[in-house]
């Protein structure tokens, strides 16, 4: 890590007027939230042996054979995903960082990690979706319903027991199931159909009224402070969707000489050359360079 580009960030998170934070998958992998190795192994050791799968992401597509072995699989997958704290503080870190500042976020994670580190949920937009609510899987109206509720029976009902801290267990010398009962599968409470995740997977994605609510927060909020000292920090930030996050923090700081660019990124840390001398991009572990901002 260069500690001369991170003593940098640390001057212009200073002298910013307005953070704009970028997030994507990066950031909660170096919280410790990964998809595949030990982790995986852990909760899903049942579905490897029989399926195969390399990692979690890729068994959430397996078109399983019934309704109640996709949610086996599905309730296990939301609930270590979205209800389980993470391994390591990075969220909280980056909180205390912008904590009683001008700041608004927007990532296409869609694991809640913000919110429960502290972050104002007025200045969070999920664009992605959340990994806390279901929605009709047509979907024949545009609502989503919270899940927390049924996900615990679900995974309950496969033999996992949630303990105080509120992690996930299997009691020793107990079997778990790969399936659900009928009767808790998720289903429409209008027209009955199966309900699936609020994620943006194709273009049944239910952009609901919150939805609608923080998309219309972000673009006021960026709207009312276009000049000024901005930065834009971008963490954990793929290739994937860059037009979400990536390309617009580009533009908008290119288009502000005020403005300055951040990016944090292990293996993926880099600027175009137009907004080049506005720019900082480290190439390294997010939760270190936020321990050593801190």
Request: net charge negative.
């Given at each position: ?169 299997l009691p020793e010398g107990a079997k778990v199931k790969m399936s659900v009962p009928s009767d ?111």
């Open positions: 890590m260069d500690m001369h580009l991170t003593e940098e960030l640390r001057e212009q998170l200073q002298e910013a007027e307005t953070v704009v934070i970028g997030a994507g998958a990066g950031l909660s992998t170096s919280a410790g939230f990964s998809y595949a190795g030990e982790r995986f192994e852990k909760y899903f050791s049942d579905f490897i042996g029989k399926y195969r799968f390399r990692d979690m992401y890729s068994g959430g597509f397996y078109p399983f054979p019934t309704l109640e072995e996709h949610w086996a699989y599905w309730s296990r997958y939301i609930f270590i995903n979205r209800y389980m704290n993470p391994p390591k503080p990075v969220y909280e870190r980056l909180f205390e960082l912008v904590k009683g500042r001008d700041y608004f976020v927007l990532t296409t994670n869609v694991d809640h990690m913000f919110q429960k580190a502290g972050f104002d949920r007025e200045r969070l937009f999920y664009t992605q979706g959340d990994y806390g609510l279901f929605q009709c899987s047509k979907p024949c109206h545009p609502r989503t319903y919270d899940n927390e509720e049924s996900v615990r029976k679900m995974a309950e009902a496969q033999g996992f027991v949630i303990d105080s801290a509120g992690a996930l267990t808790l599968v998720p289903r429409c409470p209008v027209c009955g159909r199966p309900m699936s995740m609020n994620l943006r997977a194709d273009e049944t994605f239910v952009e609901d009224e919150g939805w609608h609510r923080a998309a219309a927060r972000y673009e006021d909020f960026l709207e009312r402070r276009r000049g000024g000292r901005i930065l834009f920090l971008e963490l954990g930030v793929g290739g994937n969707t860059p037009g979400i996050i990536k390309y617009p923090f580009w533009r908008m700081t290119y288009q502000n000489p005020e403005a300055f660019y951040a990016c944090v990124n292990l293996g993926e840390a880099w600027a175009p050359r137009e907004i080049a001398d506005r720019s900082i991009c480290i190439d390294g572990d997010i939760g270190e360079v936020l321990k050593k901002l801190k």
